[in-house]
């Protein structure tokens, strides 16, 4: 068989997608939920990029410290040569247990010097942007997932002024939780004297629903995802205030 003669054609490039802000996201490998509320922000010229980390369906403190080791060849996936402006790792829970320090040198083993951020640092800026000092906690685990999640709000100078959980230790499970059942369970633990909601889990589904669930307990409601994607923004440098998704995206990281 012949072929025509193969011509060079001329092209030109421009900065592709994410020109304004391309932002790298650790996604655990049994999330369903954070890629999806990524997508509905849909910020003009701003892409989030995912990588995968192996976990363990069963969410326990040893399940998630083993991830620790695992950062660095996830973040890995993620290639530098995008030129990201933030990462963060996608996992509340273990992020309470590894610790700010850990999950970062983690994923500056492969990009050194990158700005870096997870669930529980994200959500300490937020409660600080939005004046919150005394806050309410929903989470989907089991009492010792839970306990050191409270602890690194306390850390941080936060009140936990309530605590609920649906006591689930399946992430594939947690994942189904309906939208309705999050919503009960915030009202259930929202009252007089918290000045917000903290969602704790990326499994979780609260974005779509958040400004209705912040009308019906009077008090801003932030979760795991919401936090994570907040923060990656501003740290990012996109300022924008957005519509529609609860009163944290129109704030601006309090110095």
């Known amino acids: 068989m012949t072929f025509p003669e193969l011509v060079r054609l001329p092209f030109d490039a421009d900065e592709g997608y994410g020109s304004r802000a391309r932002i790298g996201l650790i996604v655990l490998q ?147 939780i309906s939208e309705a059942s999050i919503c009960d369970g915030v009202c259930a633990v929202a009252g007089e004297h918290s000045d917000a909601v903290f969602v704790s889990c990326t499994s979780l589904r609260v974005l779509e629903r958040v400004a209705e669930i912040e009308d019906d307990v009077g008090v801003p409601v932030v979760s795991s995802n919401m936090a994570l994607f907040w923060h990656l923004l501003r740290l990012s440098g996109i300022e924008d205030e957005l519509d529609g998704y609860g009163q944290l995206f129109k704030q601006q990281i309090l110095r």
Not at 34 to 58: K, T
Not at 86 to 111: K, M, N, P, R
Not at 130 to 152: E, G, N, S
């Open 30 to 176: 049994s999330d369903q939920t954070i890629e999806v509320e990524a997508r509905m922000l849909d910020i003009d010229r701003v892409e989030f990029y995912h990588s995968r980390i192996p976990n363990d369906v069963e969410v326990t403190p040893e399940t998630l410290i083993d991830m620790e080791q695992r950062l660095p060849t996830a973040a890995g996936l993620l290639p530098a040569d995008f030129g990201f402006e933030a990462i963060g790792y996608g996992c509340t829970s273990a992020a309470a247990l590894i610790g700010e320090a850990g999950v970062t040198a983690g994923i500056q083993a492969a990009h050194p010097g990158t700005t870096c951020t997870n669930p529980i640092t994200a959500a300490v800026a937020a409660f600080r942007s939005l004046r919150a000092k005394r806050i309410a906690v929903l989470t989907p685990y089991t009492a010792d997932v839970t306990a050191p999640i409270v602890d690194c709000f306390a850390a941080a100078g936060l009140a936990v002024a309530a605590l609920g959980s649906f006591l689930e230790p399946s992430d594939l499970i947690v994942a189904r």
